[in-house]
T-cell receptor
Framework: AQTVTQSQPEMSVQEAETVTLSCTYD???????LFWYKQPPSRQMILVIR??????QNATENRFSVNFQKAAKSFSLKISDSQLGDAAMYFC????????????FGQGTELSVKP | AAGVIQSPRHLIKEKRETATLKCYPI?????VYWYQQGPGQDPQFLIS???????DKGSIPDRFSAQQFSDYHSELNMSSLELGDSALYFC???????????FGPGTRLTVL
């Protein structure tokens, strides 16, 4: 069974600083995808970044990057130059498409950004 | 770019009533997933459809049913509503062969 764990219920960062959100997962499959979704107060689920398990290179999207450690089953999100608009709930998620493709989410990390 | 559309955005029902939630996927997306997010919780998978056929089922109560129509839109029907059904219901769509699900804005259901 797939499981995703986020052990940081809350994190705080100063504006313009860097913060790292942690995520670990467990699966016996070799072909899977990992995602970070952002959920601001509007409750919209917004895709932040995605990573294919077969790719060793860490994904990067502007100020957002991941540290994907496949052997350790770790998938952390780094936000550089944090902005007030980054304040939100962040969910880590995994999906295995040859098993139906449902997203399995972690518990979420509430990120606050201090001006 | 077109996004996933959900209607209604807000719905208030009484206990034991029935509710229908609608989802219109992004054009050319053939797969729809439904998720339920309770207060302070992460989204939980309910059910999915691919090419109008149910493809997977999660922790969906027997009181709930869903289907996908020929135009690929999907409806989630919820009967005998309970207080615990109050939640945010998301629909996400994906094009076959792709790997990223795109979420709609959600329907907030409140059961009184």
């Amino acid at each position: 069974a797939q499981t995703v764990t986020q052990s940081q219920p809350e994190m705080s960062v100063q504006e313009a600083e860097t913060v790292t959100l942690s995520c670990t997962y467990d699966t016996s499959e070799s072909d899977y995808y990992l995602f970070w979704y952002k959920q601001p107060p509007s409750r919209q689920m917004i895709l932040v970044i995605r990573q294919e398990a077969y790719k060793q290179q860490n994904a990067t999207e502007n100020r957002f990057s991941v540290n994907f450690q496949k052997a350790a089953k770790s998938f952390s999100l780094k936000i550089s130059d944090s902005q007030l608009g980054d304040a939100a709930m962040y969910f880590c998620a995994s999906v295995i498409y040859n098993q139906g493709g449902k997203l399995i989410f972690g518990q979420g990390t509430e990120l606050s950004v201090k001006p | 770019a077109a996004g996933v559309i959900q209607s209604p955005r807000h719905l208030i029902k009484e206990k034991r009533e029935t509710a229908t939630l609608k989802c219109y996927p992004i054009p050319r997306h053939d797969t729809v997933y439904w998720y339920q997010q309770g207060p302070g919780q992460d989204p939980q998978f309910l059910i999915s459809f691919y090419e109008k056929m149910q493809s997977d089922k999660g922790s969906i109560p027997d009181r709930f049913s869903a289907q996908q129509f020929s135009d690929y839109h999907s409806e989630l029907n919820m009967s005998s509503l309970e207080l615990g059904d109050s939640a945010l219901y998301f629909c996400a769509s994906i094009r076959g062969g792709s790997d990223t699900q795109y979420f709609g804005p959600g329907t907030r259901l409140t059961v009184l």
